[in-house]
């Protein structure tokens, strides 16, 4: 039995591999926008849930005898749902829009075991520090933000401008291990049965 993550996210598969896993990697192709344009009227908890769980149904069927995962992070933030900048000029704008506020990070997950389903969401509060013009145009050309949901990343450079988090960090790297762990155990397995 192996854990097979429906992800290409590198944060994702490094907090499974210093967890002691080597998952199977099996990036799922969704049309994301689509979706949220769908889901547009749900509460931000459930789109996060619903992108997780497409991401994993896509690749499910491949692997039934495998724990899949798939996982969604957005940021909520002054009520509005922000995922990934992807140029540096809109990291510029979220981060002027976001700097000395607090905003949750919201991360769904979706957990396939045999045809049984775990889906729950993980928030997680971060405060981010009164970063300056200049800090905020040089993170933003770095590239580092560009792919990240709410155009920040709790490690490599992006740890300079967050104050503080209220919840799990594993949650704002992109995977709650905690609630990865809980989800297991509903499917009477144990964490130690993943590792290398």
């Known amino acids: 039995m192996r854990l097979v993550l429906a992800s290409q996210s590198p944060s994702r598969r490094m907090l499974l591999e210093q967890g002691g896993v080597r998952p199977?990697?099996?990036?799922?192709?969704?049309?994301?926008?689509?979706?949220?344009?769908?889901?547009?009227?749900?509460?931000?908890?459930?789109?996060?849930?619903?992108?997780?769980?497409?991401?994993?149904?896509?690749?499910?069927?491949?692997?039934?005898?495998?724990?899949?995962?798939?996982?969604?992070?957005?940021?909520l933030l002054d009520g509005t749902l922000l995922g990934k900048p992807h140029t540096p000029e809109r990291a510029i704008e979220r981060w002027k829009a976001q700097r000395g506020k607090?905003?949750?990070?919201?991360?769904?997950?979706?957990?396939?075991?045999?045809?049984?389903?775990?889906?729950?969401?993980v928030s997680t509060a971060i405060r981010f520090g009164e970063v300056s013009d200049a800090d905020i145009a040089a993170y933003a050309h770095s590239g580092q933000p560009l792919g990240c949901a709410g155009a920040f990343t709790l490690e490599a450079l992006g740890s300079w401008f967050?104050?503080?988090?209220?919840?799990?960090?594993?949650?704002?790297?992109?995977?709650?291990?905690?609630?990865?762990?809980?989800?297991?155990?509903?499917?009477?397995?144990?964490?130690?049965?993943?590792?290398?």
């Open 102 to 121: 607090t905003a949750h990070l919201l991360t769904g997950h979706a957990v396939c075991f045999r045809g049984e389903w775990v889906v729950d969401t």
């Open 24 to 75: 199977v990697l099996r990036p799922a192709n969704i049309d994301e926008d689509a979706l949220i344009a769908q889901l547009s009227d749900d509460e931000p908890h459930d789109i996060v849930s619903a992108l997780a769980r497409a991401k994993a149904e896509t690749v499910a069927p491949e692997f039934p005898e495998d724990v899949v995962i798939g996982c969604d992070s957005m940021l």
């Open 162 to 196: 967050i104050d503080s988090i209220d919840g799990d960090p594993t949650s704002v790297i992109g995977l709650s291990m905690p609630l990865l762990r809980k989800c297991l155990y509903r499917f009477g397995l144990d964490a130690s049965d993943f590792w290398d």
